[in-house]
């Protein structure tokens, strides 16, 4: 197949669909971050590309290409047309190695199977939830949280709660669910949370990845995600000039693991000051953090050798325990396979309720239950699953 622009453009904006779908992502969301990936800034490229231009070099069609199949779980034929028509000279390398022969033409070779166990696996055990439709409960927590982000100004707050108690699925349930598409939520899951959910920009900083605690990466990341110019050289006076200026779109940059970011040599003091000026008074009202720690950030910061007045604006926390009965109960009816009603019990007395134990024990039995087991062997395997998280029960 020739090299054609037009033909690119439509497949590139069929990728982008697809994984906007998978992901329950607005189209911006996903060019900003395939942008990113490419060490653009935001979705400009993307989008310009999608409008009938090809990218000038092949190394970023590759990866473009890499990303792009396994997000959207995008076909062997997608791939070689994507890449022909960016007149890749030897399309068929590529796809013998993200399809090696033999294995079938839909199944690529995976860098990263979470959002399929997402969509395919009706219990999560492992990762944070991603896909709103995985996630229970939490509903006094969305009432409030959104309750702050409805009016003006916009208000900060902190997510407490220790290692696996759901902090991360939250944060992905809150910058996704006002916008996911109704078709894609269970019935009665509410989405209606914001006035014009549209206008919000949502920023996921996870300070686990290591880019995130440099101090200009993380200032160019924060910058695509507000959709505003990235001034060069990106320090941070410039950076508060064009958020404070220009910023005109309600915004909530989500901090996870905050400790983390308080290891970062390159987030220091002056650093932290600056956000609190932009949370506080210089965005007029229009931005939020929020932030997740093990306990009350301003606590953590003390502990690390970083006390910073930033941490004293988050004046609303939200400590993160065991799920409600009744939220419970809608988790582990879920299954595609109903347990039974002495097995639901076993189940909410030995998880106490906490997702990620709801999580492991209904995946045991589940597979139990497809596999045809008779006996209860399930318990053993799932109670071993969830020793290691016994410091939820204690
Ligand atoms: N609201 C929820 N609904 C369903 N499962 C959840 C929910 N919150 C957490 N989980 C489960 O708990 C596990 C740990 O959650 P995660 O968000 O990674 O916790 P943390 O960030 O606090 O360590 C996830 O793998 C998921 O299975
Ligand atoms: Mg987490």
Sequence with gaps: MPKSAQKFARLLTEGVHRIRLREAKT??????????????????????WRKGHLPPYLADVEKLARIMVERGRLEREWLEQFLSSAGHPTPEALCEELFPLGQGNLRPVLLDDRPLLAEFNPFVVGPPIMHPRHFFGRDYELKRIFGLWRRFPLQNVAIIGLRRSGKTS??????????????????????????QPDRYRWIFVDFQDARMGRRESLLRYLLAGLHLPVPEPCDLERFMDVVSQRLRQPAIILLDEISAALASPELDEQFWGSMRSLGSNLTGGNLAFLLTAHQAPAEV??????????????????????????????LIASSPQPFAPAEVEWILGQSKNWPCLLQALCHARLTALEYGELSDAWQQEGLQQIAAYSYLLS
Excluded: C, M
């Excluded at 007045?309 to 939200?318: M, Y």
């Design 170 to 195: 939250l944060l992905h349930y809150l910058q996704k669910i006002t916008t996911v598409p109704p078709d894609q939520l269970r019935p009665g899951q509410p989405r209606d949370w914001l006035p």
């Design 27 to 48: 189209i911006q969301l996903v060019q900003d971050e395939l942008g990113y990936a490419l060490g653009r800034e935001g979705e400009s490229a993307i989008e310009y």
């Design 301 to 330: 910061a003390e502990a690390q050798g970083k006390p910073s007045p930033f941490f004293n604006i988050f004046g609303h926390s939200f400590v993160l325990g065991p799920l409600k009965e009744t939220e419970a109960r809608e």
